[in-house]
């Protein structure tokens, strides 16, 4: 096929929730959901750092787990839940994790900073980092040019560790 | 009210964090307006040569596209080399994106896709079709140094070789134990994570509001206004937010230019946004090749130091950095002769990145040094402390401070440094042969003329405008302490308004000279704002405050005060509604004290020690623990000042082990140009690293006592990295980056 031609194809209805509020949208399906979030969504809390899946700034939560939103097409994922940096929490009302980056200073540009805290958020739902080492395994996914790292394990370990008291205090009660 | 939390030397968080870490910060590339359009560039195949055709029919017919441009087409711009020198140009003529058809170097922009959405844009670039007459590309700086140049023009006078002092040559035959070694590093590319991007809003009055990457809005102000003759009040560039630099933004980049150019070509706003392909084809840390002869005698004096380095630059342009001075003050030798070249290849104009020509340089000096110490028999840490110099010998001047002893004694101390024993290969952790090494670094404690406007209103709240930027250092933060220490608040009432062309005159961020200049420039703006007050409390009737000098007083709770008897002062806001004010402002300004710098001159010293574990049979390197102590004057935040710390030392590690500009010299074309192939550490690399700051006062460096932390970092990690390579091996490594395979070849015979 020519590719002059490929706009003539209709554009793709697809039903996304994006942080909490369903859009029903029509989209060429070869706009990735990183280009939808930061272009037509305005939601450019959501990084580009490569475009190509080697960087992990564009890392989104999608029904729950974490995803470089420039390797999906958005036309590939209705019905889905996205979750990104804003939808996790406000300047003012701010989640676990967006404090400890916060306190721990675990980011200086903060270019990558949103990226590493859905990746983040994401590696502790997955539950299988259990010691700092295993943290950054896998986070290894996110890069960081300021080379924040140190902290920002810190910062992921003291939400751990916030989460494993919790955990503790519910079983308890 | 006066708390602790806005006093120097405490932790603040930043406060733009709350931004950054919920995605509110915008950056140049993330500002919306309607009918918005997108450009991409399309960028030249080959290292060398000339366009002998474009073909943009394709692209232009693609839907959505609204223009492509060319060298053809291209609007007139201003025609002297003048008027394209940016702030920090250096010698040569500037590239001017679509001029002709000449092709400088690989990856050049040739055209640029205007299109209704970033996707068409792209897509169409595809289309675009060229026909080129190649030259033979040259671009291996070990061939290439054959034909190496002193530059005829010296982008700074500081950067040309120190005179030769003493007989370099006659002292290093005559002493016993010497070094003769070459050092090679291969090009870097900065890589900040965001991409370089312009956003051109334009208003219904042809103003343009320019969103930019860049380390210095007014440069990127001026830079534009002068190519495109615009009267410097229509245009007002921001860079609120920078995603990162490392020196990379230092200069204009061509998607500025892009930007505006469509945007006044098309009376429509634009927005450009490189990919990260085209991140590899701008600014880079030069290859360099390094001769180091340096030689002891007995005892482990330093009795001759000769420095030589050839330096890559591209065809059109003479980028040069202090890569050799360094060798003449880091330790005391009255035998020194430094020089230093560049050599043309056919790539990009190379550019300043973090601590450049002392990162480059300490690599070469502090690997020759380490080496030197063990021909001697001595530690590599005492030959160091053994040959500590108190004075800046090139020059013949005092330093303002130099607590470097106190770096290598408490860094020692908390790496456990006596533990360590002298044979190479001696150390080991199970399968993992263990080396431990260490370096110095120094890097240069500048002031730039900086201004700032400081403004108090009744309620004690304070706004501070500079036109400085903040790429990640943390320049948001200290300020609003600066402030807030000087007028007596806490930080949260401070709103810091910088990044903005608009606001009063500051250099471009670079050189770590930002913290002690606009700081400086600050804290003369709230003195400033005290003295008005003051002389506005003196009008009043029986003033308290009659006799006060501006020295004695303080603020607190909101009263002009005082500082020794705060029952005495009057309320700012009685002081302002006497006068009939709403606030009182104060214009902050600061230059480097020229006499002062006919006697004095300032440096940053760094003690880094280095811990590695390499698989035995592999060689597969682990840097297992390092420890930075850094001497630096005063700290204003422990908190940003240790990451900016912490940051060096990681691109540092880059630097020794990782990253590596790949050539393929027969083309002349870079073959790595994305983060798959360009290795940067990862989290996984990157285990403990300490950060230690030690005493330093220093009442001469900058006016609040600070010297700067952005490159001071990353100095020296590189050679002690590779030192702790040889403890561990045995190997001396002498081209970097000292990657996984030349390890393996140099691993000790099992
Ligand atoms: S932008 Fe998606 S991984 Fe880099
Ligand atoms: S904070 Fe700048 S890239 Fe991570």
Redesign the interface.
């Known amino acids: 096929m020519d590719?002059?031609t490929?706009?003539?194809q209709p554009k793709n209805r697809v039903a996304l929730t994006i942080n909490g509020d369903r859009h029903d949208l029509e989209i060429?399906p070869?706009?990735t959901l990183l280009?939808l979030l930061?272009?037509p969504m305005?939601?450019?809390?959501?990084?580009?750092?490569?475009?190509?899946g080697?960087?992990g700034?564009c890392t989104v939560l999608i029904d729950g787990e974490r995803m470089n939103s420039c390797l999906k097409f958005a036309v590939t994922l209705d019905g889905a839940e996205i979750t990104?940096?804003?939808g996790?929490?406000?300047?003012?009302n701010?989640h676990p994790m967006?404090?400890a980056?916060?306190?721990h200073?675990a980011?200086?540009?903060?270019?990558?900073?949103?990226g590493q805290?859905c990746s983040a958020v994401g590696l502790l739902k997955e539950g299988k980092a259990g010691t700092r080492e295993e943290?950054?395994?896998m986070?290894?996914?996110?890069?960081?040019?300021?080379?924040?790292?140190?902290?920002?394990?810190d910062a992921i370990e003291d939400v751990m560790g916030q989460e494993a008291r919790c955990g503790i205090r519910e079983a308890a009660e | 009210m006066l708390n602790e939390k806005n006093i120097f030397g405490f932790p603040l968080p930043r406060i733009d964090g709350p931004l950054k870490t919920t995605g509110t910060a915008p950056y140049a590339a993330e500002y919306h307006d309607p009918g918005m359009l997108f450009g991409h560039a399309f960028y030249a195949t080959i290292a060398s040569g000339r366009i002998v055709s474009i073909d943009t029919a394709k692209a232009e017919a693609y839907p959505g596209v609204v223009k492509v441009y060319t060298h053809k087409n291209r609007p007139d711009t201003a025609s002297s080399d003048d008027a394209w020198k940016d702030e920090v140009a250096v010698p040569g003529h500037p590239l001017r994106p679509l001029e002709n058809d000449r092709i400088l170097y690989d990856g050049q922009p040739i055209a640029l896709v205007i299109a209704e959405s970033f996707e068409a844009a792209r897509d169409a670039a595809d289309l675009i079709q060229v026909a080129y007459e190649a030259d033979e590309p040259h671009t291996n700086i070990e061939v290439e140094k054959a034909k190496s140049y002193v530059p005829p023009e010296a982008r700074k006078e500081a950067f040309l070789p120190t005179d030769p002092r003493g007989d370099a040559e006659g002292a290093y035959e005559a002493a016993p134990f010497k070094i003769d070694a070459e050092y090679v590093q291969e090009g870097e590319h900065h890589n900040p994570m965001e991409l370089f991007g312009t956003t051109v809003i334009r208003g219904e009055d042809g103003y343009l509001t320019v969103h930019d990457k860049t380390q210095g809005s007014q440069n990127s102000h001026d830079y534009v206004c002068g190519i495109f003759k615009l009267k410097p009040e229509t245009v007002r560039v921001v860079n609120a937010y920078v995603g990162g630099a490392f020196g990379s933004g230092l200069r204009p980049k061509h998607q500025l230019f892009f930007a505006v150019m469509a945007s006044l070509d098309l009376k429509r706003s634009v927005r450009v946004e490189m990919s990260r392909r085209e991140m590899f084809y701008l600014t880079w840390r030069p290859a360099t090749v390094q001769r180091m002869q340096v030689a002891a005698d007995a005892e482990g004096r330093l009795m001759s130091v000769r420095h030589h380095a050839v330096q890559a630059t591209s065809l059109y342009e003479d980028y040069q950095e202090n890569v050799v001075n360094w060798s003449g003050l880091a330790y005391k030798c009255d035998n020194v002769k430094l020089s230093y070249e560049l050599a043309k290849t056919t790539l990009s104009t190379p550019g300043d990145m973090r601590a450049p020509g002392a990162a480059t340089g300490f690599l070469a000096l502090e690997s020759a040094i380490d080496e030197l110490a063990y021909k001697v028999g001595m530690d590599p840490l005492e030959f160091r402390v053994k040959n500590f110099v108190t004075y800046d010998q090139n020059d013949d001047l005092k330093l303002t401070s130099k607590a470097l002893d106190a770096c290598y004694r408490e860094g020692a101390k908390r790496f456990g440094w006596s533990k360590r024993s002298q044979e190479p290969g001696s150390m080991r952790d199970g399968h993992d042969l263990v080396g431990w090494g260490t370096a110095t670094g120094v890097w240069e404690a500048t002031l730039s003329p900086a201004e700032a406007k400081v403004r108090l209103f009744p309620d004690g709240k304070i706004t501070v405008m500079a036109a400085a930027s903040d790429i990640g250092t943390g320049t948001y933060t200290i300020l609003a302490q600066i402030a807030a220490q000087n007028l007596g608040q806490t930080a949260d009432r401070v709103s810091v308004l910088i990044g903005d062309s608009t606001m009063p005159k500051t250099a471009v961020e670079g050189g770590s000279w930002t913290a002690a200049s606009s700081g400086s420039a600050v804290q003369a703006g709230c003195l400033e704002v005290k003295k008005t007050l003051l002389s506005l409390a003196q009008k009043m009737e029986n003033s308290p405050l009659a006799g006060a000098e501006v020295e004695d007083l303080a603020i607190r709770d909101n009263r002009l005060v005082l500082d020794k008897n705060d029952q005495m002062g009057l309320a700012i806001a009685d002081i302002l509604g006497s006068n009939g004010m709403s606030s009182v402002e104060g214009h902050g300004k600061i230059a480097p004290d020229e006499e002062q710098a006919k006697e004095w001159v300032s440096y940053t010293h760094s003690a880094i020690f280095v811990e590695v574990k390499i698989d035995a049979e592999l060689g597969v390197p682990r840097v297992t623990k390092i420890v930075s102590a850094i001497a630096a004057g005063k700290i204003i935040n422990p908190k940003t000042a240790r990451s900016q710390i912490l940051g060096g030392v990681v691109m540092g590690l880059g630097m020794a082990m990782q990253e590596e500009g790949m050539i393929d010299h027969r083309t002349g074309r870079i073959m790595n140009h994305n983060l798959a192939e360009y290795h940067i550490p990862a989290h996984a690399d990157v285990q403990d690293i300490e950060v230690i700051f030690v005493e330093e006062e220093d009442d001469k460096a900058s006016p609040i006592g600070v010297k700067g932390l952005g490159e001071i970092g990353i100095v020296g990690v590189g050679a002690a990295v590779a030192n702790a390579i040889f403890h561990a091996t045995g190997t001396r490594h002498r081209h970097f980056p000292i990657t996984i395979d030349k390890i393996m070849e140099g691993l000790p015979a099992r």
């Open positions: 590719i002059t490929a706009d003539r060429h070869w706009v280009d930061r272009g305005q939601l450019s809390g959501t990084k580009k750092g490569c475009d190509h080697q960087c700034a990104t940096i804003e996790l929490g406000r300047p003012e701010m967006q404090k980056f916060v306190e200073d980011y200086q540009c903060g270019y990558c900073t949103p805290i943290i950054r395994e986070m290894s996914g996110n890069l960081c040019r300021c080379g924040a790292y140190v902290n920002i394990a």
